[in-house]
């Protein structure tokens, strides 16, 4: 669910004004009576839109006196005055001496962080050095030609101390022909050979099992991947498209 999306549901929210929907209160019982009615107002206006698909899990002060970041059930950042009659699908910059502060790509960042490490490494493929100074967790497409490149690097990112961790994104979901692939892939007895296989060109014995390349994808949706490879830095920020070893190593290690 991207921003346009929101976008669109913000402005229908004028033309289906007086329409509204039992609101869902979500993790706020011990929030403030402002907090609940701020929830309930913006989950009542959206809910009518978005037939209930839309809600407010999470209400947080910005450094903005009366304004406040609302962590959206799609993943998105809305803002909000302590009312929430008031509603702003964009971004919020703090200047400072030393130039502008994005704070909500901050807290998007947080939120990153956060769902990668909710992913039990066992459903990840990864190529690690003994001890690892860095990791990099990588949505990749086993036909996608810059993922492959990135795949041939991994020897040399190793090498330097960082550790690859890959989650599937078949960039066509379901219908596209890398799925099956994947899917081969991450049901193999031995998933690093399998995925060097596939991201050679070479075929791969169909396998089918309970597997997680769908809900990778679907977290990938929620991050905002739109095209592999995807790297996800150790503080949450993404970093779209390939890096050579020498640019990541110095993102990462400062090198």
Known sequence: MGKAQISVWITRLVIAAGLSLPSVVMHAAEAPEWEQTLRNTVNNSLGAVTQGQLQVQEV????????????????????????????????????????LTNLTAQTRQLQVKGWIADIPEDQMIIFSPQNPVATITVFTDVDCTYCRRLHHDVEAINA???????????????????????????????????????KNGQNLPERDCQNTVMDHHSLGNRIGITGTPAIILPDGTLVPGYMEVERLSALLLGQ
Request: charged share 20%.
């Open 60 to 99: 947080r002060e910005t450094p903005m006196p009366g304004l406040y970041e609302l962590i959206m059930s799609s993943g998105e950042i809305l803002l909000s005055d302590r009312s929430g009659q008031f509603l702003i699908s964009g971004e919020l910059y703090m200047t400072q001496p030393q130039g």
């Open 160 to 198: 330097r101390g960082i550790a690859v961790r890959y989650m599937a994104y078949p960039r066509g979901g379901a219908e596209s022909t890398a799925y099956p692939k994947m899917v081969s892939v991450w049901c193999a007895p031995d998933r690093q050979l399998a995925i060097t296989q596939a």
